[in-house]
């Protein structure tokens, strides 16, 4: 489904032993500030999961979402987008709906990672 452009969504699950998860979950907090091991962590968590289901939706704008915004921008409307999607979404988003276009220039702002 996402190699024809939908958003996906994958439920799988496991039961977990809680006194395992309770074991798990104290290693977590005590590395919660090592991004490495945090990963390692949540690799060994997610190994053997059953899939549940899976759901998909086609990744598109509604009708005349950019004609409406091309249409506020020539009037002279200043319009902005807040978004907390990855940047890169984000700008193509911006354009395929007329926020943006190849004439003005474009200013990337994000915060930078959490280095504590």
């Known amino acids: 489904m996402a190699d024809e452009g939908f958003r996906t969504l994958m439920l799988a699950g496991k ?12 290693t977590f907090d005590e590395n919660k500030y090592d991004e490495e091991k945090k990963q390692e962590l949540y690799a060994e968590l997610e190994k053997d999961l059953v899939l549940v289901g899976a759901t998909a939706i086609e990744d598109k704008l509604q009708d005349n979402v950019p004609e409406t915004i091309k249409f506020l921008r020539d009037t002279g409307i200043q319009v902005w987008v807040l ?34």
């Open 15 to 26: 039961e977990v032993d809680p006194v395992e998860f309770k074991d798990w979950l104290r």
């Open 83 to 116: 978004t907390g999607d990855k940047i890169g979404t984000a700008f193509n988003i911006g354009m395929a709906c007329k926020l943006l276009d190849n004439q003005m220039q474009h200013h990337f702002i994000a915060e930078p990672a959490d280095t504590a």
